[in-house]
């Protein structure tokens, strides 16, 4: 029953989408002020529900910018996009904004358009660190994704109902904590925490011990309350109390600091996992130039300028100009003062790597 409700939600998903943007044209973007109001442009956006692009200074700025209009279509997780996208939203989704691993996996299956440079005005403001990443990189060169945003998915928790030295991935494990943990439902960070706790190199994802690692995250399920997905997955439950402890993304900290909920983000002594959210454009696009239009802006200095600062939801920049304008108190505030000594970012994988990283993850789901 499930199965059929899943394939009745994504059939009703194509269909809307097809609705919204089957008779959209392809022009050059239009100037604002010469286009009747059927001519307005629609472009579709796939993102998380409240990661910035939704705030007053991305879509609504983007719209008066560019007299179009945008059209979110939201996902809980990044599979939820995959499956989007490989179920009618090719043609119909225009842009999207994956992590590094996705824009691999979207990229290796053919799923995205080159990123004209050129159209990009912001481009060289970017940080070098975060430009022409292997996974968004084609064999000969094409970018196929901008960096967004960068961050860490790093150890939380409540200093109110957590005491002590809070240090290592092991303060998961205590009998302690038992069914208040939360846990990034994501299996590229699944499989990178379990084997940053078991002093193992998840950069190397070669020498990993795959028995060990489904081992430890079994081990970990004995506590966990909820695997989350999502902002709201998280913020509720510990809001509520009903979870104190788990690995959460710095912006879900700053969330919870800013809405008056005790929250300390710390770096474990055995290393963090670290991210790079990035925006892409997806396949047979009707509308590439204001496709461009929209990672220029989302890249852009005005856009994450006040990303980085808005209250409440500020995030890491990925902009040379901003973080130059940045205050030490601003930079805390999305825990970027602090450098943490072992950083793992997600690696590049195989699809032999993802297959196997994947049926671990679900695995443990299902024990």
Not at 14 to 41: H, I, K, W
Not at 129 to 149: F, S
Not at 250 to 266: D, E, F, H, K, R
């Amino acid at each position: 029953m499930k199965k059929f409700f899943s394939v009745l939600l994504i059939l009703c998903l194509c269909l809307t989408l097809l609705a919204a943007c089957g008779t959209t044209a392809a022009p050059e973007t239009p100037a604002a002020g010469n286009t009747s109001p059927e001519e307005v442009p629609t472009l579709v956006v796939a993102n998380w529900k409240g990661y910035g692009a939704d705030e007053p200074f991305g879509a609504a700025r983007f719209e008066e910018l560019y007299n179009c209009k945008v059209e979110f279509v939201y996902f809980n997780s990044l599979e939820e996009l995959n499956t989007m996208l490989l179920t009618g939203g090719v043609g119909n989704i225009d842009v999207a904004m994956p992590s590094t691993v996705y824009v691999q996996i979207f990229r290796e299956a053919g799923l995205l358009e080159p990123v004209d440079t050129a159209k990009i005005p912001c481009y060289d403001d970017l940080m070098e660190a975060y430009l022409n990443l292997p996974e968004a990189t084609g064999e000969n060169g094409e970018v196929y994704a901008l960096p967004w945003t960068w961050g860490t998915t790093s150890l939380g928790y409540n200093p109110d109902k957590v005491t002590g030295d809070i240090h290592s991935w092991d303060v998961l494990y205590s009998d302690e904590y038992a069914g208040k943990v939360a846990f990034f439902d994501d299996y590229v960070t699944a499989i990178m925490t379990s084997a940053i706790h078991l002093g193992m190199d998840p950069s190397q994802p070669d020498t990993l011990d795959m028995d060990a690692i489904q081992a430890d995250l079994t081990a970990l399920k004995a506590n966990v309350r909820t695997y989350w997905a999502s902002y709201d997955d998280y913020l509720a439950p510990y809001t509520a109390g009903e979870i104190v402890i788990g690995n959460m993304w710095a912006g879900t900290a700053t969330q919870l600091l800013n809405s008056g909920t005790p929250c300390n983000y710390v770096y474990p002594d055995e290393g963090t996992v670290g991210y790079v959210d990035m925006w892409c454009i997806i396949k047979d696009t009707k509308n590439y130039d204001l496709a461009c239009k929209w990672l220029d802006f989302m890249t852009g200095e005005d856009f994450q300028y006040n990303f980085a600062t808005v209250e409440g939801n500020a995030h890491n920049t990925v902009n040379n100009k901003v973080y130059s304008k940045l205050t030490d108190e601003q930079k805390a505030l999305v825990w970027a003062l602090e450098v943490p000594s072992r950083v793992y970012m997600q690696p590049v994988l195989t699809a032999e790597q993802q297959t196997a990283w994947l049926d671990v993850w679900n695995a443990v789901k299902a024990a």
